[in-house]
């Protein structure tokens, strides 16, 4: 917190002190980044004052982020982050890659990457005292806030389409939120909560909307970097090691575009600290159906243009992205490039994933639906490292996971139907 100095426009540049705003740039509406003092983080912390730390969550990086750590006993809003790190050697062999590992974000408390980020904005409102904290989701950056909230007895209202799968509407309900389905698409419920959060006063975590959301979402590239130095020993032989000049390639799925704009955010703040010299390559992948990032970095603009959006990724299925310009910058800024991949694929990357222990619901699912396709298209060296994130658990989405799969047979209780069928 004593480290949070202020904010900086995206779009502008301008900068704006902690307390004079708390959303969006007021002269373009552009996307604010918040600026650390990192001149003093650098004069109290050396790398290993972070990677000896034992806080197994996401506040370890306590020094690095613009809140105070949250107050109260262990609880799921404590527990946040630090997912583990698979590697997927029977994958990789498939399509011809020598290092492939996976991220499971599915093993934060509410099963999704957005618990990441909205640990720190519950922890923010605590801060600014606010009574509510709302909203819009297409379910999981709901049931993070629902969760999260519900771990510190703060009140939360969410704002989802009406057909968000049943799993995560039941989580919501669960965590005793007040929950408001819009008949509407997300892109309806994220412009009502807005309205709302304006006319009653409550403060909106929403994506790309709140600066704060980035600032947990940053926390995993924190983890990458210190699992790369634990594994590998230096983060600069994600340069060397593995024989050829190719940095670590990180696989995200893309849909607001946050999540991709908070890895990039957390890569800049070590370069800044100095403690990298070299960023990861990113990679964003979308659905075919919700490309509206990835058609703007193919033309190299900035200019998000809207699309109507259909997948069967719900998490991902974004009509106006609302972090495009970051997003398509964070690929831009590190060498990267953005890949579209279809329903099908998706779902047959589903089942990929399945047949190694790891079960993603469709957004999750998306990032490695995009490594496949881009080993098989050369987007990638065969010795390139490559890390690609399960953001979403396939518990969210059961009926989706159901079209990724042939359904079992049911049978008589008998031997001989046992035997008829093997
Ligand atoms: C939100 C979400 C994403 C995409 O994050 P954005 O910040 O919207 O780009 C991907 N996967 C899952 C499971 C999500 O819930
Ligand atoms: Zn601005």
Redesign the pocket.
Known sequence: MKNFIGYKCSLCGTEYLPNQITYTCPKDNGNLDVILDFDSIKKKFHPEDITSRTENSLWRYLPLLPVDEPAGDSTPLHIAGWTPVFALPSLAKKLNLQHLWLKD?SRNPTA???DRASAVVVTRAQEIKSEIIITAS????GAALAGMAAAVNQKAIIFAPKNAPPAKVAQLLIFGAKVILVDGNYDDAFDLSIKASKEFGWYCRN??YNPF?LEG?KTAAFEIWEWWIKTHQDWHQADSALNHHAPLTIF???????????IHKGFKDLFSLGWITNMPRIIGVQAQGSSAIANAFQVNTEIIIPVSSNTI?D??S?DL?R?GVR?VRATKETNGTYITVSDEEILQAIAELGKVGIFA?P??A??YAGVIKSATMGVVRSDDPILVLN??SGL?DVKAAMQAVQSAPVIEPTLEAVKKIL
């Open positions: 974000e999704s990457f957005k297409t379910g999981n950056a994506t790309g959301t979402k995200v799925s893309v849909g607001d575009g946050n999540i991709i704009s908070g990724a998490s991902i974004v992205p972090d997003a619901e957004a999750g998306t990032a953001t979403g969210k």
